[in-house]
């Protein structure tokens, strides 16, 4: 089994990489030989999509694949025949990161077709999971943003599963911070009851995905 996971947090040892690590370690748990490759966004020079429409020209050699070449070209080429994409983010002004959005324009918009109903090109449908991380408690998500990327990766690959943290700590120390619209001491005590569960269903998850 091959898994690529993309992350798009510019912190590598952060709440997103936490969320991420326990996924890893319920498909590693299932299935040992598991070939997981992980890319940082944040470590990658890279664009979004030119608008070069290149990916769309009759009987172009690049049809169906984005023909920029910069660090993200190997990380799309790795994703042509995965069997899971894990797509990773927190959410910056109730959104996924520019780094993700860049990603998925260069990736959704290559393999979505303008041929009838849109056809998908990826010539593997691979599993999907989605996992997002946010310091805000769960009804203040940003639903509508969140179905938007799954509404493409759906399309183009298969119907994405997704995992939450939520109301994570942006801080080790709040004391050194302004912060006046968070009670540290809710977060802590909503972290206490909810991490372990919220971790657990990424790992439950990577089991099930490793079967």
């Known amino acids: 089994m091959k898994v690529i996971i993309v992350n798009g947090s510019p912190r590598k040892h952060g709440n997103t990489a936490t969320l991420i690590n326990s996924f890893k370690a319920g498909i590693s748990s299932t299935y040992p ?29 690049s049809y169906g694949t984005c023909a920029i070449n910069d660090d993200l070209t190997t990380v799309l080429t790795e994703i042509t025949d ?32 303008y041929e009838k109903e849109y056809k998908s090109l990826a010539s593997k449908r691979a599993k999907i999971i989605t996992l997002y991380t946010m310091n805000t408690p769960k009804e203040f998500q940003p639903t509508s943003a969140m179905e938007n990327v799954e509404r493409f990766l759906g399309h183009i690959f298969s119907q994405p599963h997704r995992v939450c943290l939520y109301n994570t700590y ?25 991490l372990s569960k919220e971790l657990n269903e990424a790992f439950l998850l990577g089991l099930k995905i490793g079967q």
């Open 33 to 61: 030989k598991a070939q997981i490759k992980q890319f940082n966004l944040n470590d990658l020079s890279f664009k979004g999509c030119q608008s070069c429409f290149v990916c769309k020209l009759k009987n172009g050699k």
């Open 170 to 194: 942006q801080f080790s120390d709040y004391s050194k911070y302004v912060v006046e619209v968070f009670d540290e001491k809710d977060k802590s005590s909503y972290r206490e009851n909810m």
């Open 82 to 113: 995965t069997d899971c994409l894990v797509v990773a983010s927190p959410i910056y002004l109730m959104d996924v990161t520019s780094s993700i959005k860049a990603f998925l324009e260069r990736l959704c918009f290559s393999l979505g077709s």
